[in-house]
């Protein structure tokens, strides 16, 4: 059962990270990973996965991508995906290149006021007098919808 979102946080700087996520993805019957990461990450992620589980990396923040290996051991009933947005633009004629990246900031943009907008019910000053009591309040409760903390001029 989780009690609490913060529950099913695990830390890749810990040495039991392997052994918590795998537990969490367990508990929670996750079938389905996102990995900014790539690299060694990807590998630890989809080691975590159960079968018929789908993973899909999409960046390489480690400055690595998908490994070779696990590409080749992703399987029907567990595939992984792999796409970078600058190497498929980059695959393509500078003119190509150009028209499709201004098709996606465009599209993006329009995106934004919809499908890609967040809604949250209050603006909380991060220097705020009540905003510690609130924040104590939200973690206890979970109720009120998002917050938004708002950094000082």
Not at 17 to 34: D, H, M, P, S
Not at 78 to 95: N, Q, T
Not at 116 to 128: I, K, M, Y
Request: proline fraction near 7%.
């Amino acid at each position: 059962e989780v009690n609490h979102p913060a529950d099913l946080i695990v830390r890749s700087d810990q040495d039991d990270f392997e052994q918590k996520l795998a537990a969490v993805v367990k508990r929670t019957g996750a079938t389905l990973a996102f990995d900014a990461i790539g690299g060694e990450m990807s590998r630890k992620v989809f080691s975590a996965l159960p079968e018929r589980a789908e993973m899909y990396v999409y960046g390489r923040l480690s400055g690595k991508g998908l490994p070779e290996d696990l590409a080749k051991s992703a399987v029907a009933d567990k595939p992984v995906s792999y796409f970078l947005v600058h190497e498929w633009l980059d695959s393509h004629p500078p003119l190509v290149k150009q028209w499709r990246l201004a098709r996606i900031i465009y599209k993006t943009w329009n995106m934004l006021p919809n499908e890609l907008a967040t809604n949250f019910e209050r603006v909380l000053p991060l220097d705020g007098p009540d905003t510690l009591a609130e924040l104590e309040a939200y973690y206890k409760h979970q109720k009120g919808g998002k917050m938004v903390l708002k950094l000082a001029p």
